[in-house]
């Protein structure tokens, strides 16, 4: 928490930025396992059958994975700044849409939707802190990206047992649109990030955005850094895959790549999808245990985020 408010009396634009990110991350979370809890009562107004329930549920899966792969085109694209505020937007639209829905096609499509919207922002919101944040601080920043995604996904949970005496889905799926709105309002008062201004060849733009995120540090040296690196990657993302692909960075590369395989394969996203069914299955009635029980897991994840918030600055990344 040290770190923090000393963020915040040295940098103001850089706590902005960390609550702008974490917003986002709430909503994301949220978006995540709120179908959890709604599809319980969706199934019963529908007359779901399991394949409409795994087709609704894989929908967002679905668009995250074009939504990621058109993530940082978009962000070269348009800037991170709007970028971020597509995003927003777009869980505001997608959260009602969902919300709106009258038949399974409509809410598969809404899903869908809101699917490219998180595949965009797990893309573009870490790029946007880490180009954002003070060195000394980008990495608690980062994770606290993280500890807001599990606490929303807790939220997910919860608000759903809170409406499950009424059934009222279209509630569980909308509220995601109130915190959207709201963090579109906060991204107004950020800049866009140094680097995408010296990408768009703005130059002035980019030392007062770095004199406003580190104050005390050297604004010039800091530019010519982020312009060599630039040249370096060269254009486009073909010269960024170049430089990905040689060393010293193959190594790094192979390692993220291998490593976000295997968190993904562990099929930990089911799970958030489907815990109520799951603990169903296992014997478990009511709406607190099908609710309840779910976002008590997530406390373990919690558990594990705050930890790594605390000592990622202190022992290092690796």
Do not use: C, H
Request: aromatic fraction near 8%; glycine fraction near 10%; proline fraction near 3%.
């Amino acid at each position: 928490m040290g770190r923090f408010a000393e963020l915040r009396r040295s940098s103001p634009l850089a706590l902005l930025v960390g609550v702008a990110a974490a917003s986002v991350g709430v909503i994301y979370g949220y978006d995540l396992s709120n179908i959890a809890g709604a599809l319980l009562f969706i199934e019963r107004d529908f007359g779901l059958s399991s394949a409409q329930q795994e087709m609704i549920a894989t929908a967002t899966v679905i668009g995250e994975i074009g939504g990621a792969l058109a993530g940082g085109w978009l962000a070269n694209a348009i800037g991170r700044k709007r970028s971020m505020v597509a995003v927003t937007l777009g869980y505001a639209v997608f959260a009602l849409l969902g919300a709106a829905s009258t038949s399974v096609s409509t809410l598969t499509v809404a899903r869908l939707l809101l699917g490219i919207t998180i595949g965009v922002s797990v893309v573009v919101v870490p790029v946007f802190v880490a180009e954002s944040s003070p060195a000394n601080a980008r990495g608690a920043l980062l994770v606290t990206y993280g500890v807001a995604t599990v606490i929303g996904i807790i939220a997910g949970y919860l608000l759903a047992y809170l409406l499950a005496g009424t059934g009222n889905w279209r509630a569980m799926l909308g509220l995601a649109a109130v915190p959207a709105v709201l963090v579109t309002a906060l991204l107004a008062r950020i800049p866009d990030t140094a680097r995408w201004y010296l990408l768009q060849g703005r130059v002035d733009d980019a030392e007062r955005t770095l004199r406003r995120i580190e104050p005390g540090a050297d604004a010039q040296r800091e530019l010519a850094e982020i312009s060599a690196t630039l040249r370096e990657e060269g254009t486009g993302g073909v010269g960024v895959l170049r430089e990905m692909l040689r060393p010293p960075y193959l190594r790094a590369t192979l390692f993220v790549v291998t490593l976000g395989f295997f968190i993904q394969i562990t099929g930990i996203n089911a799970i958030v999808y489907y815990s109520p069914r799951l603990f169903e299955k296992m014997g478990f009635e009511g709406d607190f245990a099908l609710l309840i029980l779910p976002a008590l897991v997530q406390v373990a994840a919690l558990a594990a985020m705050v930890v790594a918030l605390v000592i990622i600055d202190r022992v290092g990344r690796r």
